[in-house]
């Protein structure tokens, strides 16, 4: 963890919502090697190739959710996979483009001083 962040914000969580699979890219094959740091240079990350874990997508609108519990199970599935990748809770997830269709998993003052 860079920087000691304590939470994290998903964005428009909605665009995935038609994706079967949803991959997450969770390391690099940079010359041979396998690396989960991302590579610092433009001629390094040409010769990437990303390495993707597969989750079952979800084919209903998470648009509506106003709770983490009214999104798909495969979307919360998601969203506890990225936490333990990250190694942090996600306490906010926006789920469009309008203030409104955001998700508050955790209070962000108590996310703040946690």
Not at 21 to 30: F, R
Not at 35 to 48: H, K, Q
Not at 82 to 87: A, D, K, M, T, V
Request: proline content about 7%.
């Amino acid at each position: 963890q860079i920087n000691g962040y304590t939470s994290a914000v998903l964005t428009r969580l909605d665009v995935l919502d038609d994706f079967d699979p949803v991959k997450i890219c969770t390391g690099y094959e940079l010359d041979g090697e396998i690396t989960t740091d991302f590579p610092g240079g433009v001629a390094a990350l040409e010769r990437c190739k990303p390495i993707y874990e597969e989750m079952s997508g979800w084919s209903s609108p998470t648009a509506s959710a106003t709770t983490i519990e009214e999104l798909p199970r495969e979307a919360r599935e998601y969203v506890d996979r990225l936490q333990e990748l990250i190694g942090c809770p996600i306490d906010v997830i926006s789920t469009g483009p309008h203030r409104h269709e955001t998700i508050r998993v955790r209070p962000l003052i108590d996310a703040v001083s946690a």
